[in-house]
């Protein structure tokens, strides 16, 4: 019966966190505050926005009209694909907070990336319809298809900006200055795992010289 009780308690945390996520983006300042400060989101509802954003940006190769989005299945790479948002995402997660954390930010690992799945919600919420929406307009009628779909991509970088802003406690000159200081952090992580990479690959490629050299001689 208590066990019962808690997983019913838990749902219903989850249900409404993931229902705050619609207050969120739509009152961001009050709504990203309380994100973490209140505790109103969950790690359960970050994962689930991030997955449904990842399989809506899949679902628009399959289903997105023709018209709007030719896709060479051929050169499709689904995995690479799907990384295209989640690399690029735990960069900045990575970066912003590394960042911040020696500049007095507030937010912990956990809640930058909290926050940012939350501000990714406008996109699955608005290009889910916008694809079944592409199927029933005609060429013509193209810019308001491309309107939206931007419109989705701005709110969400919007959200990006507020949601790092009140979970550090940055004013908007500070926050800004480190929204593009977590871009060129972003950069020296790509640089850092490409050159590790190369060192693996080398280190590998000279002990498989080195065991063929002695295979060759005995």
């Known amino acids: ?4 009780l808690k997983n019913k308690e838990t749902y219903r945390k989850y249900i409404d966190s993931l229902r705050f996520a619609l207050y969120c983006i739509t009152h961001p300042l009050d709504g990203f505050w309380d994100l973490t400060h209140e505790k109103r989101g969950t790690y359960a509802a970050a994962n689930t ?5 990842l399989l809506v940006r899949v679902m628009k190769l399959r289903y997105t009209s023709f018209i709007f989005m030719r896709v ?13 948002v989640a690399f690029p995402l735990a960069m900045f997660v990575v970066g912003n907070w590394g960042l911040t954390t020696l500049f007095d930010g507030k937010a912990r690992l956990g809640q930058v990336y909290m926050a940012s799945c939350y501000a990714l919600t406008p996109y699955p ?59 060129f952090a972003m950069l020296v992580i790509v640089f850092i795992l490409l050159l590790f990479f190369s060192m693996i690959s080398q280190g590998v490629a000279y002990f498989i010289s080195i065991g063929k050299e002695i295979m060759f001689r005995f």
Do not use: R
């Not at 019966?1 to 019962?4: G, K, L, S, T």
């Not at 926005?49 to 954003?53: E, M, N, P, S, Y």
């Not at 060479?72 to 295209?84: D, H, R, T, V």
């Open 72 to 84: 060479y299945w051929e050169g499709i790479n689904i995995f690479l694909y799907i990384a295209s």
């Open 1 to 4: 019966m208590i066990a019962a």
């Open 125 to 183: 919420l608005i290009q889910f319809p916008l694809m079944v929406f592409s199927n029933f307009v005609t060429v013509d009628e193209a810019e308001f298809y491309l309107v939206v779909s931007a419109l989705s991509l701005v709110w969400a970088a919007m959200l990006f900006i507020a949601a790092m802003g009140q979970i550090h406690e940055f004013g908007l000159a500070k926050n800004l200055l480190f929204m593009v200081a977590s871009l």
């Open 49 to 53: 926005i991030l997955i449904l954003t």
